[in-house]
């Protein structure tokens, strides 16, 4: 599964041998720090969590990825840290769920936002990924004002997929 992504070369060594092989168990989070080739230097990518905490009828997410499973505060700094040290100008914080950050370990997507930005020198600019309504709504107002902040854009991406009055 995803979270066995640091297999890869071990799981392709292992095909090409001719031998059928098949990960099925699941384990923790991947490192953040494998090996990646960013699409554009500028941008480093960060998950920060995986998994959902939903059971929506019409999406697989929790089944494929699991439920929430957040990366600690510090080690998501730590990545940015890095990531700005090599050059990057933007900093993205993507999972499938971003306002549900946090709920598995005690702390929430307002809080890292905050330290992020306290953290983050002049030139770079960070944006905040995908977010489902249940669990953002809980932050609202912190989440307002994090995006009010001048190196950071005012964006959420909050998907419509299921609804009523």
């Known amino acids: 599964g995803v979270t066995q992504i640091d297999r890869v070369v071990e799981v392709v060594e292992e095909t090409l041998k001719g031998n059928v092989v098949r990960?099925?168990?699941?384990?923790?989070?991947?490192?953040?720090?494998?090996?990646k080739i960013r699409r554009n230097q500028f941008i480093e990518i960060i998950p920060i969590n995986t998994g959902c905490l939903g059971s929506c009828t019409y999406c697989k997410t929790r089944h494929a990825r699991g439920k929430l499973g957040s990366y600690a505060p510090e080690a998501l700094l730590a990545r940015a840290k890095q990531a700005i040290g090599e050059g990057v100008r933007e900093i993205w914080l993507t999972s499938e769920d971003t306002g549900a950050y946090g709920r598995d370990i005690g702390t929430n997507i307002a809080q890292l936002l905050n330290l992020?930005?306290?953290?983050?020198?002049?030139?770079?600019?960070?944006r905040v990924g995908m977010t489902n309504p249940p669990y953002i709504l809980e932050h609202?107002?912190?989440?307002?004002?994090?995006?009010?902040?001048?190196?950071?854009?005012?964006?959420?991406?909050?998907?419509?997929?299921?609804?009523?009055?």
């Open 140 to 165: 609202l107002e912190s989440i307002a004002r994090v995006l009010n902040h001048p190196r950071v854009f005012s964006f959420l991406h909050i998907p419509v997929q299921s609804g009523n009055n």
């Open 116 to 126: 992020l930005v306290d953290a983050l020198p002049p030139e770079v600019m960070l």
């Open 23 to 35: 990960l099925q168990g699941k384990k923790d989070l991947p490192s953040l720090d494998l090996p």
